[in-house]
């Protein structure tokens, strides 16, 4: 069986360089780009600003042209060099690309980024920087997980050089040169010291810059780690302070841990803020009152994006669900501050309001992707709101400003299922069960939305729409034993439910009104891409790889495109040097459903120019007869390549030794 794993891997292999060799070549179209100039020629940041809007002003590829998108070049993404012991596959692209000025930045889960020509595909850097992962075993802070779900770029006005930012899966911060890939500076691992922490952690999210301090948090889904966000002053590179989202699980027992904001300064000194404004009443020993419940806690993690007021430098970020391998009932209560919404003011680290979505969560149903910051008008006054889409399938509207619901949470996909808690809280009618047990599941162990979404990835907003896309996926839960924490307990098992139905919806949402404009079905699941809007267009890209490229306005469907591999990063748009404007579009990545070799598929429209090197597909190539253009290959070469990226998945899949870490199971 080795043997006939090995050959299969090594022809797979010999195929997709066949392909990628003869295609490039696919679609030998010349291309050109319309004229009319563009009103925003880069992708800076990972939702394309840092408001997370993923909503571009670009015009020149728009409704009226979309349709005729062609494939410009394919870049493969190199092979994961690295098999640590413990650790799943990863594999293709889980992170949107940047685009800044004509380069193309991407980052592997394997902890590479790569800086491609944006108008060849060629390699822009001499070679891609490379974290030697082989030192991260024996880190005892090390989770053993690793997956790159963003960067970051920042220019010379905010900095002395263009700036990528890169967290490692060991959470070290590193900040490169834009134009050469060395490494200009690094931060030790931030989640190496944590006090009070006894669990683990990975870094996957780029570190954001404001003024002096670059923001960073590392993610720990139910590895028990303490979830934090912190700031390090990238003058110095010491921390500046650091806030907690859930209590220490070492130490004195702190009964009184969801009454104070306490925030931990560069001095070594702790700030108690005191009573911060949410919309829980305090809960006297949550989380538990012995040491051995106090050891269990853990989760939390700010693990989605966060957005930026770039006018008064607070942050707002949702926070993940608390460690749920073992019995709730250990930690009774609302379980402050995960499932959280927060505001923080990131010049001394003081949350300035919470929201917390569903009090003891038990269902693994906290906020998605990222929160969104925009302006909407709203009975005529136009009002800053923050947005949270929640893998419970409920979209909550907050006032920026205090923290309270502009209306009811928006619901939207199919009714829940076992949905326990969900969107109730201590002071809901009803309330939320605050000593609740997964034993409340009973025989029926079925969840839905499962735990992977509901909304799990990052909606897009644009004046005041917004458009979400949820996965109709139920999943399981099943006691189990498991290991947390350095011993195997009696816990529980959160999986997806292969077996059931699986789809998605994507919605066009009023966030003046809160009501549905228009919605559309997709006979696929729907995990890991987020939604992008520009030039009246409307981009989702389902797990199956396909491209659907919507009327923004009224939901027609104008065109579809297979990527040949699974979706599992949204699109991203930009200009190249040579001022065509481009979508580039990532495909494979993920460990949902089997992750596949990834590649970044550049698209422009008729008539661009594109020359041919190295990691690219020529777009010059002509008939050796007629001297003409060669049209009209480049989607049947994607999807004999989409063929040939499931075949290597099957191999990797039979291959595996150990559960795989699923990125959407929520940090």
Known sequence: MGSFRGNLARLTLIAVMFLLGFGGFSNATVRAQAT?????????????DYQNTNNDPQNVININNVQDLGVNWIYQIPVNPFSIPGAPPALGIEAQPLVSNGIVYIATPYNSVVALNAATGNLAWSSPFQV??????????WAGAYVISGISEYGSTQYNNATIFVMASDTTVYALNALDGTVLWTIPPVAANILGNTGTYYGEKAPILIGDNLIVRASTTDYGGRGFVAAYNINTKNMSWIWYSTPPSSGPIDTNWDSQDMVTLANGTTVNYGQPSGNITPYPGDWGTTAQEQ????????????AVDNKTGVIYFSTGHPSDPYDASLR??????????????????KMLWYYQMTSHDITEHEGGWSVGLSTVTINGTAVQVVTQASKNNEIYVLNSATGKPVYKPIVVGPPGINNWNDGLTSNSTPAANLTASQSLFGNNQEICPGTDGGIEMAPAISGNMLYAVTQ????????????YKGVTISGYLYTGDPSASQNATVYSIDLSTGQTVWHSNLPNRYQGSSAVVSGGVLYVVDRAGILYEFNQQTGTLLKTKNLGGTGASGVSIGEDSNGNMEVFAPAGGGELGGATPGILVAYSLPGGLSTTGTGSTSSTSTSSSTGQPIAGLEQPIIIVLGVVVVVLAMYVLLKRRTPTQARGTGP
Request: hydrophobic fraction near 35%.
């Open 132 to 141: 030697n992962m082989t030192k991260f075993i024996g880190e005892k802070w």
């Open 332 to 349: 009774p209560g609302p379980n402050l501050y995960t499932d959280c919404i927060v505001a923080l003011n990131t010049t001394d680290g």
């Open 472 to 483: 109709n996926a139920c999943g399981e839960m099943s006691p189990a034993p498991y290991y």
């Open 295 to 306: 050891n269990l806690a853990g989760g939390g993690a700010a693990w989605g994006l966060i």
């Open 36 to 48: 009319t100039p563009a009103t925003n020629a880069n992708w800076p940041a990972s939702s394309f």
